[in-house]
Structure formats: C-alpha cells, structure tokens
C-alpha cells in the first residue's frame, strides 16, 4: 500500500520525526547516494536487515533526506498478499505518479495502458500476456521519464521480499538506464529471504546490523532525558 508522497514538498507541511540515534554511519551513506541520484545518477539501493532491527525507521527518515533535497518521493509498504498481486508497487503508486508533475508530458497511449491497469491488474487471462507486460512496462518508463525530469524522483518498497515478479521486472527495467534517469528505488527486506533483490550491485546493498554498544547508550540517555 502506497504510505506517503511528497511532490515539491514545503518543509511546513512535512510531520517532524523524532531524531534517529546510533544510525549516523547509515544515513551518511544514504545521503551520499540520495545526493548522487538527485544529481541525475540513479540507482537501485537495497537495506537488509532482520525483523525490528529499525528498516522502515531508516527508511523513514531517508524520505525527510529526500524532502530537504527537493525530490518527489513516495513510499510503499508491501505485505505477503503483495506477493501474488501483479504489478502491486505500480499499482499502488500509480494515482500518485500521474498527478505528480511532468506526467502529462508521457505519450497518451501510455497513460491510457496505465490507466487501464486499475480496472485489469492482470494479463494473465489475455492473449500473449508477456507481451501485455512488457506494455505495462514500457508505458511506466515513458511516464516517469517526463517526471524525473521536473525533479529528482525516491520510491521507497518497504518489505520487499514480497515484491511480485512484475514489480521486479518494473524495477530492473527503470535502472537499466541509471546514469540518464534521476531515480533513486530504495528497496527493504528482511535479511533471512534471499529473493528480490532484482540484481542491485554489491556496492549499493546495506546490512542493518545492531546498535553499536555506544550507540544503545546514547538512545537510553535520550530516552531517559
């Protein structure tokens, strides 16, 4: 399900997190790659990290990284129904993406197959459905090509190791391109699956580990204050 979006965001209107403790290292590094991509070199990024150890916090505050950056961003959290649902991350960010700005930019024949992806969410029962997915596919790029061409595009997939085959065909396709397209996927997942990582290099995956000993120190001594 689609949680946020954000499109030319004013700081006003964005709801204040509390501060984040004993995750500086990680942010750093998210900084680093969120400047990249907002510098028009794109990537797919993976976060792994066991249940609870603070993912979707991350997660969370790399979205606020990307509101002082100036990105359209959004964020979905998927579940274990997600798994079975065709083209689920599009689905859900597609209302979101067509009103953001530049949309209306995108051809009309691919609007109009992904418009009609709400009323038929899958080509399963079609003649040639891979080549209906390869249309999905294809249109979903022309769309977001226009936009991330306004400004600088973060879609955040919590819980990604539910993602369907067709949403992770989406994804590698929207990087097959990278360093022409301002788009940053940043993708969570449980680090005891081993699925869908939809082939992000070595250098862009991040294993959540615990809190340091200094680390835990200093949340106990925020909390206690």
Do not use: Y
Not at 20 to 34: K, T
Not at 70 to 79: E, F, I
């Amino acid at each position: 399900r689609l949680t946020s979006f954000e499109s030319h965001p004013l700081p006003a209107q964005r709801t204040t997190l509390p501060p984040l403790h004993g995750r500086s290292d990680e942010m750093r590094w998210l900084q680093r790659q969120l400047q990249q991509g907002a510098e028009g070199n794109g990537r797919a990024i993976l976060l792994v990290g066991e249940e609870g150890i603070g993912k979707s916090r991350i997660c969370a505050e790399t979205l606020g990284c990307a509101h002082l950056l100036g990105m359209w961003s959004c964020s979905l959290a998927l579940t274990s129904a997600d798994a079975a649902r065709p083209f689920a991350v599009l689905s859900d960010l597609l209302p979101s993406l067509l009103n953001a700005p530049g949309a209306i930019g995108a051809e009309p024949e691919s609007l109009l197959a992904l418009r009609r992806l709400h009323s038929q969410p899958t080509a399963s029962g079609l003649p040639h459905p891979e080549r209906i997915h390869a249309q999905i596919i294809g249109a979903f790029t022309d769309v977001i090509d226009p936009v991330c061409s306004e400004q600088p595009i973060l879609i955040v997939v919590d819980d990604a190791q539910w993602l369907d085959r067709h949403s992770t065909a989406i994804i590698k396709h929207l990087h097959t391109r990278p360093s022409e397209r301002a788009v940053i996927t940043l993708l969570s997942r449980r680090a005891s699956s081993t699925t869908n990582d939809v082939g992000i290099e070595p250098g862009l995956r991040f294993a959540l580990g615990p809190l340091s000993p200094a680390a835990t120190r200093d949340v106990i001594e925020h909390v206690s204050s």
